[in-house]
């Protein structure tokens, strides 16, 4: 039986991720800050309660990364998927970003939080039958991509993030790991807002193909949900 372990899995796109694999017949270690807070993550272990464990994550916090790792010591984990993330302040223009303290809590999260996630958890991705690491960035972090400009803030704790891929996806290479970035879509989530294009479910999918499709060759790429490469 085949194993996950995914961040962010109290709402939207983590929780959504762990339903699709657990109907798929996976085992699934699902994280959260407080798991007990969400009703639908603890009524999807009252329904697989073989399949899938609740554990209490903190990614901001390096130790509780730490502990879980120590505890999940001798699983083999085949889709290691860092999905939790945060925007932070929204409509932040240039000659008014001076919030340092709210830059800083979005790149512990969007960026220091998977690598020190990776880091813990490559062991018992290394021992496993996939050795897929997925770390959901966004396409707003491409520098080729961007037309628009702004977005000061996220924007650059999803570059940052991508390097971060990118650097890992060499270093890990020797074990066989597959590091790659995953862009879920515009997705209508709290952080997507109402406009986006697509709901939590159809960029769980999404996601789902493109990390069952990964191949050596994918290694290292920035994959937007439609399969596509995305430039950095």
Not at 41 to 68: C, G, N, Q
Not at 78 to 92: H, M
């Amino acid at each position: 039986m085949k194993t996950a372990l995914i961040t962010g899995t109290n709402r939207g796109i983590g929780l959504d991720l762990t339903r699709q694999l657990l109907e798929d017949g996976w085992r699934v270690h699902a994280t959260a800050r407080d798991p007990e807070q969400s009703a639908e993550l603890k009524a999807l272990a009252f329904a697989h309660p073989e399949t899938l464990r609740l554990h209490a994550l903190d990614v901001a916090d390096a130790e509780s990364i730490r502990a879980l790792s120590d505890q999940l010591a001798d699983e083999s984990i085949d889709w290691l998927i860092n999905n939790a993330g945060i925007y932070g302040p929204r409509g932040v223009a240039f000659g008014n970003v001076h919030d340092v303290e709210a830059w800083l809590d979005v790149f512990r999260i969007n960026c220091i939080a998977p690598t020190l996630i990776m880091q813990a958890f490559a062991d018992q991705v290394a021992r496993s039958d996939e050795k897929k690491i997925g770390i959901l960035s966004s396409k707003v972090g491409s520098m080729g991509d961007n037309g628009s400009g702004g977005g000061y803030i996220y924007r650059s704790s999803k570059a940052a993030v991508n390097a971060v891929i990118k650097s890992a996806s060499i270093d890990l290479e020797p074990r066989g790991i597959n590091v790659v970035a995953l862009h879920p879509g515009w997705v209508l989530t709290d952080m997507g807002g109402p406009n986006a294009e697509i709901t939590t479910a159809q960029s769980a999918t999404g996601l789902r193909r493109n990390m069952a499709g990964l191949t050596e060759a994918d290694r290292g790429r920035f994959i937007d949900i439609d399969g596509t490469t995305i430039p950095w």
